[in-house]
């Protein structure tokens, strides 16, 4: 893996930033946790590539609030184009 931030997909639309750091702290130092909306995703960043590592190989494919979690590197954002309609 390349880099700390993990995706973490299939979240229950209930779950907070709060309950997805507690979730991956026991993996390594969360340096952020953030659910995006309520779209059933989001992203946490942890301190080292390492930790990233270990905390996406133990939680991939386990369930948290009645949902099987999709956990993989997150890929770059892209720059955002503009619409015309």
Same mark, same amino acid.
């Given at each position: ?5 993990? /995706? $973490?997909?299939?979240?229950? /639309? ?14 390594? &130092?969360?340096?952020?946790?953030? $659910?995006?909306?309520? &779209? ?29 979690? &999709? ?13 015309? /309609?």
């Amino acid at each position: 893996m390349q880099g700390s931030k993990l /995706y $973490v997909g299939n979240l229950n /639309y209930s779950v907070t930033n709060e309950q997805l750091e507690e979730l991956f702290s026991p993996h390594g &130092k969360v340096q952020s946790a953030n $659910v995006i909306g309520d &779209k059933g995703f989001g992203f946490v960043e942890l301190s080292d590539n390492a930790e990233a590592e270990k905390a996406k190989e133990a939680l991939d494919g386990t369930n948290f609030e009645g949902r099987t979690l &999709k956990v993989d590197e997150a890929l770059p954002q892209r720059p955002r184009t503009e619409r015309r /309609y």
